[in-house]
């Protein structure tokens, strides 16, 4: 069964921090790239970051400056570092994971960006 859990979303005021985690059973990353993406209230699922099954990134223009996407093979976990994060960051986080057969998900982790 493909299960991907995310967590560590949570409130962090502006200039702070996050490291987001997405742990996935029954795929390998070995074998398979992941991606982030968020969505804001109101606004279209967007893409924040993605990294292939190599180990090599790839972001969106306008979150590289400030975020980190990697992984931990070992662990099935891919990470994402939030830095800097502005209130504009503020949406619900979700890893993804794109096979063949499917398009997987996980059920998202809240990010909110507020003082």
């Known amino acids: 069964q493909v299960q991907l859990v995310e967590s560590g979303g949570g409130l962090v005021q502006p200039g702070g921090s996050l490291r987001l985690s997405c742990v996935v059973a029954g795929y390998s990353l070995r074998d398979y790239g992941m991606g982030w993406y968020r969505q804001a209230p109101g606004k279209q699922r967007e893409l924040v970051a993605r990294?292939?099954?190599?180990?090599?990134?790839d972001y969106a223009d306008s979150m590289k400056e400030r975020f980190i996407i990697s992984r931990d093979t070992d662990k099935n976990t891919v990470y994402l570092q939030l830095s800097r994060l502005k209130p504009e960051d503020t949406a619900v986080y979700y890893c993804?994971?794109?096979?063949?057969?499917?398009?997987?998900w996980g059920q998202g982790t809240q990010v909110t960006v507020s003082s």
């Open positions: 990294i292939d099954r190599y180990g090599w990134p």
């Open positions: 993804n994971l794109p096979t063949a057969h499917a398009d997987y």
